[in-house]
């Protein structure tokens, strides 16, 4: 066993601890002071809508201590344990080095090794990457498996658990509260309505004695079902950081408190409170605990309802998998999965992870993934992607990616960190919030002193009603979810249209963009060219040069030399073997062919060659003017034919071009091909400028260019190759062509490969920062609005004031309001 040491770890990786028990911004605010405190950390984001603190720390930075200043600041870390089987260890200096490593990879928490057991117990943060921690104990030299299933789908089941039983909680108190204040309100409102009522209470009852029942129901339900509020509340209100649990507890237990002292004070010291002034609020404290608990039982189901595009995702996972182990056929959970093993796929299974196919044929339905509706032929060498489902035949394949690694896993990771991100006008929203309950106490202080020295009798009264209306009212808990439910709502249907947001603030970027380039070849055509032309030059014979041309292209990797090679193909030709092949990529390809030197390529080859091009420029014009690309052919160093090569346009490619225009979008070509080529098939469909004869290294110079003249420029192209050019746009658009999409230049994945994703990622762009918009006016709005109103501003001109019952529903009905206006976003259609 080796003894050397690990290696130093680099700058950790950012990490996502899910936070549970945050109800508004402040509590926001109140998380992300705790973490920023911690030594070590260097940046906190908390999003509420998700539930989640992003947190960097440097390399002196302790993930425990994050977790527990979390616990310390009154909310709930998600964490979570797992056993790993480890093998190789032999000694306690075997078992300090896995400790090391294994405390050392991002999202442990907490590590015990033991060597007797040869497990390793592990708190993770959830939703961490268990295969991180796994590769960096091999690293180390030994062999760690989980025990027990514990892949990414394992961890949302514990979310959801989690989730349910927080609304089966709310349900029950607000149930309970509800039947509790029942007959406080019934009575209350029949003192209105109802004439006599008044009287016969008196008579029957008596006014002394209800007001002790009141007192105990209204105690019972701020103790009880209205705990929760008194937990976090006080706590929070005591250590000088009110949060919106702090004004309802507020709120609430003023009006009650009064109201207690009103109902004791006459028995044990009259004259107390001035005449006229002792009355009770009782029936208030508890409509208002009643309602802001309904609200947040509408608030929590809405949240739940945010996240069903991953939820939808997770059930594409198989749970288990047909393994071949020691010559058997197993059923293995899907955790215990190792590249590597030999994997049986029945018809009508789930394939359970990625892989190539090693025997066996079948059709597979790839649909939820690459959006492609037929089922795909899978013989031999194909690759699987896991997640899709088997239809008639059976096969074996190696798995090749498993766990965190699969496809389908990155997509939900993807979606996972785009439903968490933070939009630039986050920010603005945080400076808000984060004064906003400091602020909304001054007023409620401010409205009791006015009414106190300047209102009409019986002053106290008026003041403390007013002054809890105020609190009430002013709840921020819509302005926290303004603008974090909109981006999940947003980015989960974008995830189920096969549009993935790497990174959420991408979202804000489509949204600001101008201009949107497209790379030609497999990207607006379906770079699947097909050989359509062939001319030679005198002295020259077709056959011969096409045998000649393709025994080179046999060599190159290009479309167009596929293209070629299929063409000599369809004309029966077999070409002979080329030797000495070398490619210059943007320009052409050579070798030796029987004996001569065959050069293929665009007329920049034929110039680097030294060789002219005249004698066909007019074929030349001719096949550029019909979309077709010419490609020339020199044989011992003259020019010998002209072929020309034509890539169908994907059909839905006018359609998207429209669209963008449409949508007051510049639509721009960029392409290696040649100009006149690229303009024909430009003018086809309707694209306004071209950048034709670009090499493949000059695209990031055209991205550039294109920024420099048109603003935020969205770059749309297939990923492998336009990666650079990708990055450097404002807003890197990647087609995915289903199993290998080159995701990291990209800000966007267009899983299935259809252009329409572009125009539909740039529409719900639109309509997410749009909603967020109208999410955010309501609320700032709704607050700008009632606080004057309920702090008595109208009651002067026109004797209006806001009780505090209502005051209650409407902050539980702006809440609700706003998530149903998010919610409104699973209905956004695509193009
Ligand atoms: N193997 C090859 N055989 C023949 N011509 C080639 C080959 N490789 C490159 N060329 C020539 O160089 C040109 C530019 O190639 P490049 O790969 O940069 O762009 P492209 O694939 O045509 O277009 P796009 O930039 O839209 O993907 C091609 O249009 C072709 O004329
Ligand atoms: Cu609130
Ligand atoms: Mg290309």
Redesign the pocket.
């Known amino acids: 066993m080796s003894h050397s040491a690990a290696a130093t770890p680099s700058i950790p990786q950012p990490i996502d601890i899910p936070v549970a028990g945050m109800t508004c911004a402040s509590c926001v605010r109140r998380v992300e002071k705790a973490i920023a405190a911690v030594p070590g950390v260097v940046h906190a984001a908390v999003n509420l809508a998700a539930e989640r603190a992003h947190v960097q720390l440097d390399r002196g930075g302790r993930l425990p201590d994050v977790v527990d200043a979390i616990r310390k600041a009154g909310y709930d870390p998600g964490t979570h344990t797992v056993d790993l089987a480890i093998q190789g260890m032999t000694c306690a200096g075997c078992v300090a080095r896995v400790e090391k490593v294994v405390r050392a990879a991002p999202g442990v928490v907490e590590a015990a090794v033991n060597l007797a057991t040869e497990r390793a117990s592990l708190t993770l943060v959830d939703g961490a990457d268990l295969d991180a921690v796994i590769a960096a104990v091999a690293k180390a030299g030994y062999d760690a498996r989980p025990i027990g299933a514990n892949d990414g789908a394992g961890q949302t089941d514990r979310e959801r658990a989690a989730r349910a039983a927080e609304i089966s909680a709310l349900r029950g108190a607000a149930a309970v509260a509800a039947a509790a204040t029942l007959p406080l309100f019934a009575v209350e409102m029949a003192r209105h309505a109802v004439p006599g009522f008044h009287h016969w209470l008196a008579a029957t009852v008596g006014e002394q004695p209800w007001r002790w029942v009141s007192l105990v129901l209204a105690a019972f339900v701020l103790a009880v079902p209205g705990g929760r509020f008194f937990a976090k509340g006080v706590p929070n209100l005591l250590r000088g950081t009110p949060d919106m649990n702090s004004l309802v507890v507020l709120g609430a237990g003023a009006a009650f408190l009064y109201s207690a002292v009103a109902t004791v004070a006459p028995l044990v010291a009259p004259g107390l409170l001035p005449a006229g002034t002792d009355n009770v609020y009782f029936e208030a404290a508890s409509v208002i605990v009643t309602l802001i608990l309904v609200g947040r039982l509408f608030e929590a189901r809405a949240k739940g309802r945010t996240s069903e595009a991953i939820k939808h995702l997770l059930t594409l996972q198989a749970k288990t998998a047909r393994v071949e182990r020691r010559g058997q056929v197993v059923e293995l959970p899907i955790a215990e999965v190792v590249v590597g093993d030999i994997i049986l796929v029945r018809p009508g299974e789930r394939v359970p992870v990625d892989g190539a196919v090693l025997d066996g044929s079948s059709y597979v339905d790839e649909s939820m993934i690459t959006g492609e509706p037929l089922p795909v032929e899978k013989g031999p060498g194909a690759a699987v992607v896991g997640g899709t489902v088997n239809k008639a035949g059976a096969f074996r394949f190696r798995a090749e990616k498993v766990g965190a690694a699969t496809l389908l896993s990155q997509i939900v990771r993807m979606v996972e960190t785009a439903q968490g991100a933070k939009l630039p006008i986050q920010a603005m929203v945080d400076r808000v919030t984060a004064w906003f309950v400091p602020a909304v106490m001054v007023a409620a202080l401010l409205t009791f002193a006015a009414w106190y020295f300047f209102g009409p009798a019986p002053a106290l009264s008026y003041a403390l009603v007013n002054a809890v209306a105020v609190l009430i009212i002013a709840c921020p808990c819509a302005m926290g979810l303004a603008t974090p439910t909109s981006i999940m709502v947003g980015t989960g249907k974008a995830a189920e249209l096969g549009i993935l947001f790497r990174q959420g603030d991408a979202l804000q970027g489509l949204r600001d963009v101008t201009t949107v380039a497209f ?5 607006l055509t379906l770079g699947r060219p097909t050989l359509t032309d062939l001319a030679v030059v005198d002295g020259f014979e077709d056959g011969e040069v096409l045998r000649l041309v393709a025994a080179v ?1 046999g060599r ?1 990797e ?4 596929q293209a ?1 090679v299929a063409g000599a193909q369809a004309r029966g030709l077999t070409p002979p073997v080329a030797e000495g092949f070398q ?7 050579q070798a030796r062919v029987d004996g001569r030197v065959v050069a ?3 007329d920049r ?1 034929m110039a680097r060659l030294g060789i002219g091009v005249a004698p066909v420029a007019e074929t030349a014009a001719r096949l550029g003017g019909e979309g077709k ?1 010419p ?1 020339y052919v020199a044989i011992d160093g003259h020019l010998a034919a002209i072929l020309a090569v034509a890539d169908p346009v994907k059909p839905e490619a006018a359609e998207v071009v429209r669209a963008l225009h449409a949508a007051g979008l510049k639509v721009i070509m ?5 100009r006149r080529t690229a303009e024909a098939v430009a003018r086809t469909l309707g694209i306004d400028d071209v950048a034709a004869e ?3 290294e000059g ?1 990031v110079a055209a991205v550039k260019d294109l920024q420099r003249r048109h603003g935020r420029v969205a770059f749309a192209g297939d990923g492998v ?1 336009d990666a650079p050019a990708l990055a450097t746009a404002d807003v890197g658009l990647a087609m995915g062509a289903g199993t290998d999409i080159a995701i990291e230049a990209a800000d966007v994945v267009l899983v299935r490969g259809d252009l329409r994703g572009v125009a539909t990622a740039i529409a719900l762009s639109r309509a997410v920062l749009g909603n967020i918009r109208q999410n955010l006016a309501w609320a700032f709005g709704y607050n700008v609005v009632l606080i004057p109103v309920a702090a008595g501003a109208l009651y002067p001109l026109w004797g209006l004031l806001l009780s505090p019952m209502v005051a209650a529903g409407a902050m539980a009905l702006s809440s609700v309001s706003v998530l149903t206006n998010a919610l409104r976003l699973r209905r956004f259609r695509p193009l």
């Open positions: 790379d030609k070849t497999g990207t292209e190159s290009h479309p167009i030399a070629i490619a210059v990529p943007g320009f052409g390809a293929v390529g665009a080859y690309s490609l960029v392409t290696g091909d040649n670009v090499l493949p695209k190759n």
